[in-house]
């Protein structure tokens, strides 16, 4: 077998284990051979350090300083020697090696049969796990069988407190600087457990992090290192195990971590690994009871989304500190940044399928509200809140404000989540409590940025909508579309918690000093809102520039030069037709307010000018094919989506998976295949399935009640209690079964 360098690094994230606090890189406990690169890390979801941002020109109103997502103490160490010669993979012959990550246990193997160069021939399996159950804790076991030798192993496990994080100079996703963030501050150790308590200067948190192992060992203290070593005596045909327990604590969730992970250790203990792999197991049966999606007489396919499916979960913060990185915890790529991605493409699957974990990630924009108003003042705005566009705390984090800071559409992304899980779960604690606060003061920004021209067209100038090859300008079709969307909520909203709790609305208000006047305003705007609308070619212009500008020269475009970002300076890009990824289309699609001959021009008008940089895009275009029944296009881009990370389309799987991608290959078959939408007046279904596959069946958590959608022969739709539905715009009551033709 020969290793691939190149492979090796990407299924380090491939096979990466997380539960949405903790994350761990699939490294190989034991390393690799020499001259081999790894990017070994272990992830904490929210804990970051401060850095500085560097400008060699600043201005007003840049952000000073940004938030970096800390590589901690290492734990996944084990060296295991036989006799006289250590175990490495990369030396001697491999008779067969397996990787495998059970998404329905939670529980990630590696299997190798080995033959060292002495010839000693040995099977191992290495198994870990990140809990569900307890998120501070991550298991590690390996078992070795001995085929034909005799004689001493020892196991060596370690906790290594000396790590930085990946820096590449190169690429403008990753980090070009800042290392080193971690200092180690304390060690402790016996021979059954021990601990590493390491702090970050600036922002002044603290990570314990604490290991215990199956059986004492002999223990030995380096300078910010511990390790454990295990001798025994190995027979033919004999089996030897070892288990591992950590547990991390960090002091933004703990008063005290050292004492909250010693206890967590203690209770962990005292259950074995299969005892911990059950309750995993009982988590997950959970879980997978509203979230499988089951994908006829395709294997890999099936495989592939529930995958991405499982990587949502794996991903998601479920504590009011944390949200979802860009990547996931499962690299370093965007620097372990929260974006609109949440919103807009992750959540969706949560609101549909577990709103516990979905109001969570919405409360953490509540939770982060006092920095977003700051960041409005900051931006000009009297009133109000404005989201940052990249950060872990909740303050503002990018540096690069045309693709950044321009990107105001987040205000609204944020409150289309909030209204898309008010409408599908009337939770009007959420909305008293705070749903109708956050949706509240991110409008306020429209009112002030916006401007009515003579004509009392309601403008927006100088943003950057999610293509982000295209910047600062004015009446981008998203950013108008979907702040019309929200001024108009805000409205109702206002409305709903008045009519549920006059006093809750009424405080609130004083509060917040909003006034029935300012509702007004919210909703002359949104029904003035200006969309330029190109008569001849009968499609809505992206933005008030962009049908002036020059085409991008896409046949003397080679291949090498995609994404145009690397390779071309962006007022090059800026200045022409030429898309990162889906737009305009994308508004139409969650918003649902065009008419079909309208959508499909504009799909053909935007489709070719779509270089799909970015991993947010295919999947929209999936979506937008199927609305207009171009089923081999929607399967062709849902394909593309599904198989993103898992074929390394986008050549940097490396740096972390794409987990936005991973929403859109979710919304890729229950927003596209399915033609799911929650509106008003409940959920609608528009279903159209590819021929390419048999059959899909997915489920939605519909305010309490589970409801099963099957698109096979027919669509199938069954549900647990009465509930209402559309479907292809037809009223329809559900009551147990139902069959409808397709159209
Ligand atoms: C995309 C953004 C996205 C970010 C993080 C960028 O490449 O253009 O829309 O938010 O990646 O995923």
Redesign the pocket.
């Known amino acids: 077998m020969k290793w691939s360098n190149e492979q090796l690094l990407v299924d380090e994230t491939l096979y990466f284990t997380g539960n949405g606090y903790i994350g761990l890189r699939g490294n190989f406990e034991e390393g690799y051979g020499t001259g081999f690169d790894s990017i070994r890390g272990t992830y904490i979801n929210g804990f970051y350090e401060t850095i500085d941002i560097a400008y060699g020109e600043s201005a007003y109103g840049f952000p000073k300083t940004a938030q970096k997502m800390v590589n901690v103490t290492d734990t996944q160490d084990l060296r295991i020697i036989i006799g006289d010669e250590d175990l490495s993979f990369f030396t001697g012959e491999i008779i067969d090696f397996k990787r495998d990550l059970d998404i329905y246990k939670g529980i990630s193997t590696r299997k190798v049969h080995w033959k060292s160069p002495k010839g000693r021939e040995l099977k191992l399996t290495f198994y870990r796990m990140t809990s569900f159950v307890t998120l501070e804790l991550a298991l590690f076991k390996v078992t070795l069988e001995s085929i034909n030798y005799e004689g001493p192993v020892f196991f060596i496990s370690g906790i290594n407190g000396d790590v930085e994080n990946y820096i590449n100079p190169n690429d403008p ?1 990753v980090a070009s600087g800042h290392g080193k963030l971690l200092t180690v501050t304390e060690v402790k150790a016996n021979e059954k457990i021990g601990s590493i308590t390491s702090e970050t200067k600036r922002s002044g948190h603290r990570v314990t992090t604490l290991v215990g192992h199956s059986n004492p060992g002999q223990v030995d203290e380096h300078l910010n290192k511990v390790e454990w070593a295990f001798s025994k005596t190995i027979r033919q045909g004999q089996t030897e195990t070892l288990t591992k327990y950590v547990v991390f604590t960090d002091s933004i969730r703990h008063e005290e971590p050292y004492k909250a992970g010693r206890d967590l250790l203690e209770q962990a203990l005292g259950l074995t690994f299969e005892d911990h792999a059950s309750r995993q197991k009982k988590y997950l049966d959970d879980f997978w009871k509203y979230s499988k999606i089951r994908v006829k007489g395709n294997v890999s396919i099936d495989e592939a989304l529930n995958y991405s499916v499982y990587q949502l979960l794996s991903s998601a913060g479920k504590d009011p500190f944390s949200n979802i990185c ?1 990547k996931g915890l499962s690299g370093e790529g ?1 620097e372990g940044h929260y ?3 949440t919103e807009v493409y992750m959540l969706p699957f949560f609101t549909l399928t577990n709103p516990k974990i979905a109001k969570n990630l919405l409360k953490f924009r509540y939770e982060t509200l006092p920095y977003a108003r700051e960041r409005a003042k900051e931006m000009g705005h009297n009133k109000g809140a404005k989201v940052p566009w990249r950060t872990i705390k909740g303050t503002e984090c990018s540096a690069y404000f045309p693709a950044g800071s321009a990107q105001y559409h987040i205000n609204s992304d944020v409150a289309f989540a909030y209204i898309q899980y008010y409408l599908l779960h009337k939770d009007m604690d959420f909305l008293k409590a705070f749903g109708l606060e956050v949706v509240y003061e991110t409008a306020r920004i429209w009112l002030d940025m916006g401007h009515f021209n003579d004509d009392g067209d309601f403008m927006i100038h100088c943003v950057t909508g ?1 293509d ?1 090859y295209t910047a600062i300008v004015n009446n981008n079709y998203y950013t108008n579309a979907m702040a019309k969307y929200h001024l108009t909520w805000t409205v109702r909203l206002a409305k709903d918690l008045r009519d549920f709790d006059e006093d809750a609305y009424e405080s609130l208000m004083e509060r917040i000093q909003g006034s029935l006047d300012e509702l007004s305003q919210m909703e002359i705007a949104a029904r003035s809102m200006y969309f330029e609308y190109d008569e001849k070619l009968g499609v809505f212009m992206q933005d008030d520039s962009f049908m002036n500008k020059p085409s991008w020269d896409f046949s003397n475009t080679p291949k090498d030069k995609y994404p145009l970002l690397l390779h071309y300076h962006p007022l090059t890009i800026y200045r022409h037709k030429v898309l ?2 889906a737009d305009t289309l994308l508004a139409m699609l969650l918003l649902d307010d065009v008419q079909m001959d309208v959508f499909e021009r504009c799909y053909d008008y935007y489709e070719p000018l779509t270089t799909h940089d ?3 895009s295919p999947c929209v275009y999936s979506m937008a094919a199927s609305r207009i029944k171009r089923s081999h296009k929607a399967y062709e881009f849902f394909n593309k989506t599904v198989r993103l990370d898992l074929d390394n389309l986008h050549h940097n799987t490396k740096d972390g998976l ?1 987990i ?1 991608n991973a929403g859109g290959a979710y919304m890729a078959v229950v927003y596209g295949f399915g033609g799911l939408r929650i509106k008003a007046d409940g959920i609608h279904l528009n279903p159209h399935l590819p021929e390419e596959l048999e059959g899909v069946a997915f489920s939605v958590n519909y305010g309490g009640t589970l409801i099963h959608v099957e698109l096979g022969d027919k669509i199938i739709v069954n549900g647990e209690l009465e509930v209402k539905l559309y479907i292809y715009d037809r009223p329809y009551v559900l009551k147990g079964h139902m069959e409808v033709n397709y159209e």
């Open positions: 996703r860009a965007y974006f609109w991605d999610p982000e990162k990824q970015s991993s947010l794409h936005a």
